[in-house]
């Protein structure tokens, strides 16, 4: 497709630039040639008055046009080699440009396939599961009033698990939650934390698993939702990837002068091998260990990197297997002012 496409462009490129450069020679020509017989007539003029001057029978003979038809001829081939270059030169160059142009489409293109794909797969899985459960129950004739709840009970955790999967697909698909413009405005950290910790709290109870959290009493400039999204993603994480009764360790305090905040959320559960720690903000990655535990699709950290990025923070994580996970979030307490002073920079 893109092949066809590259030629396409290149046609295109070439029909211009050869219609500007035939316009071009036709032009040339015509001065050329108006040129030359203006001059020729000149010659002309004043040969015939001095032959006229002479004698009959020492006049030289009558001056021909036919050098000059030569020479038009000439710089019409000319002009013909000239335009032949022009289009094996543009030809190439065009056919260059076309696939220039052209990469980022194919790269964008490529992804998007990639994401459905890798989103078709991720639905297919438990939606089967989901199916086969359904068929083989509905089959079972002694099935019980408890048991056909029970199944029904694991059918809702599929259900629920694969609406989150689809909300998360779409605020990665669709871009506008993510990707779009922030709705910057003052933030109050220990108020995200709060709302935070009280959204992942039931997860947490369900599981023995204690949330210490130390938050200094600082606003940031922020896009509220996203923020708390942010360390929901996080504290999510750290609450599945825990054992039972353990402990999750939240600190908020500003650095760097008081220009930046940093936020670390500590769990002391399976922890990251090093060769994953690379991938883990890729899209739909897991490692082996998360696969054999609950829930996970792999898209969480990868809405968080984009958050972080969109505010112009960095993310970063140091884990031991075995001993536990720290994600450390570093946000500018006033990106708009960042973008201000690049501007200016720029400018
Ligand atoms: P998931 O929904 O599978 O948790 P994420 O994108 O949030 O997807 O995380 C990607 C992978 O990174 C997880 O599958 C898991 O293997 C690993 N991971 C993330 N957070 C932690 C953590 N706190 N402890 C151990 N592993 C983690």
């Known amino acids: 497709m893109f092949t066809s496409a590259r030629f396409k462009l290149t046609a295109w490129y070439l029909v211009i630039i050869m219609a500007i450069s035939l316009c071009f020679s036709v032009v040339i020509y015509y001065i050329l040639s108006s040129e030359l017989d203006h001059s020729f007539a000149v010659i002309y003029q004043r040969y015939e008055i001095r032959r006229e001057l002479l004698p009959p029978d020492l006049r030289p003979p009558v001056l021909e046009s036919t050098p000059l038809d030569a020479a038009k001829d000439h710089i019409k081939l000319n002009l013909l080699y000239i335009d032949l270059f022009i289009l094996a030169a543009s030809a190439t160059a065009g056919y260059f440009l076309a696939g220039r142009t052209l990469r980022p489409i194919q790269r964008m293109l490529d992804e998007q396939n990639r994401f459905v ?16 459960g359904i068929e083989v129950n509905l089959r079972d004739e002694e099935l019980t009033l408890n048991q056909a709840k029970g199944v029904l009970r694991d059918n809702l955790e599929e259900v629920e698990s694969l609406q989150s999967l689809s909300d998360n697909l ?18 109050f950290l220990p108020k995200i934390f709060q709302e935070a910790i009280d959204r992942v709290s039931p997860l947490a109870i369900g599981k023995g698993i204690k949330i210490e959290s130390k938050i200094a009493e600082v606003s940031l400039e922020a896009d509220q939702e996203k923020i708390i999204r942010l360390v929901i993603i996080l504290l999510d994480n750290a609450i599945k990837y825990s054992n039972k009764d353990s402990l999750i360790s939240v600190v908020g305090e ?16 399976i922890g ?5 720690l690379p991938f883990i903000f890729d899209r739909f990655y897991r490692t082996s260990k998360s696969r054999s535990k609950e829930g996970g699709y792999g898209l969480g950290l990868s809405i968080a990197k984009q958050i972080v990025d969109l505010h112009q923070g960095s993310i970063e994580v140091k884990s031991q297997v075995g001993k536990g996970t720290t994600f450390i979030v570093k946000l500018p307490l006033f990106p708009s002012r960042l973008n201000f002073n690049l501007g200016s920079l720029m400018s």
């Open 117 to 132: 794909a890798d989103a078709s797969h991720e639905l297919r899985t438990p939606l089967t599961a989901l199916r086969t």
């Open 170 to 187: 779409l605020v990665l698909a669709n871009g506008k939650d993510i990707k779009g413009e922030l709705d910057l405005g003052q933030v």
């Open 254 to 269: 500003t650095i760097d002068h008081a220009h930046k905040v940093k936020i670390e959320i500590q769990d002391f559960g």
């Open 272 to 276: 990251i091998a090093e060769k994953d």
